[in-house]
């Protein structure tokens, strides 16, 4: 066969290759996905209320995995061929292949986090809230200049953390490796208060440390954009899960879901200076 028609034959089988792939896009069979067919979700282990209730991803109770079964109905997922896998925080945020196709664990959007990974838009913005124990000094506060006189901790690389330096104006905040040690240098009183997302403060007043509680409520980091499902970086689902969690925010999905789970305390005090 003349090399000529040798290219056009190849050329021509290519075609016929790509376009079944291609009119698969956006579809539960579309090969970009980590396993067509399926939607691969990453998310803690273990995972912990009001984001997800009882442990368990796949029974769709709570605020994030009642997210996802709504986004993958959107996309045309039946609620069997959602498959979660279990990842850590520090797994999720750093750069490299993702064996997923996102994730979904109360990650803040950044743009120093936006430069290793790629985000979806931002499907939920949390205030803050101050967590201390009875007869702490930040109790009676109500001004930023208040809470600077109070001892802080937080967990090393949050956003928390980053809340209290930069938003706070705290310049010596204790750093501790997980929450559990900020909580125990609580109970120990070698902290005053911490900060962390409304509904992780909720979770840990009702159930970690019951014996601490919500004293105030602090307004969202101009930083933190917000909660957002993260990607490999560059992944081209991104669109795709973007159209259809912009269905799911129109539809009001994301404001029941928050409105079931995710409730403070009407009378809480806000703080925002």
Do not use: C
């Not at 984001?51 to 997922?77: C, I, S, T």
């Amino acid at each position: 066969m003349p090399p000529r028609l040798n290219a056009f034959t190849a050329l021509a089988a290519a075609l016929l290759l790509a376009v079944p792939a291609a009119a698969q896009e956006r579809t539960p069979m579309d090969p970009r996905l980590a396993t067509p067919g399926k939607l691969t979700v990453a998310t803690g282990d273990p995972v912990y209320p009001p984001w997800m209730l009882n442990n368990d991803p796949a029974a769709g109770e709570g605020f994030e995995n009642g997210l996802v079964y709504a986004l993958a109905a959107a996309m045309g997922f039946a609620p069997a061929d959602v498959v979660w896998v279990p990842t850590t925080f520090d797994q999720a945020i750093a750069p490299g292949a993702k064996p997923y196709d996102f994730n979904i664990q109360q990650i803040s959007v950044t743009e120093q986090r936006a430069q290793v990974v790629t985000f979806s838009r931002v499907y939920y913005q949390p205030e803050k809230a101050v967590i201390a124990l009875p007869g702490s000094p930040v109790e009676a506060a109500r001004s930023f200049a208040d809470l600077r006189g109070a001892r802080w901790g937080a967990t090393i690389g949050t956003t928390d953390l980053a809340y209290i330096e930069s938003m706070l104006g705290v310049t010596d905040a204790a750093v501790y490796d997980d929450q559990v040690g900020v909580f125990q240098a609580m109970q120990a009183g070698q902290i005053d208060a911490t900060v962390a997302a409304l509904p992780t403060a909720l979770f840990v007043t009702a159930v970690q440390v019951p014996e601490a509680r919500i004293v105030a409520l602090l307004p969202p980091d101009a930083a933190d954009q917000g909660h957002g499902l993260l990607f490999e970086y560059g992944n081209p689902l991104v669109d795709w899960v973007d159209e259809a969690l912009g269905q799911v925010i129109a539809a009001g999905t994301v404001e029941e879901l928050k409105q079931r789970y995710l409730v403070a305390d009407p009378d809480l005090p806000t703080i925002s200076e």
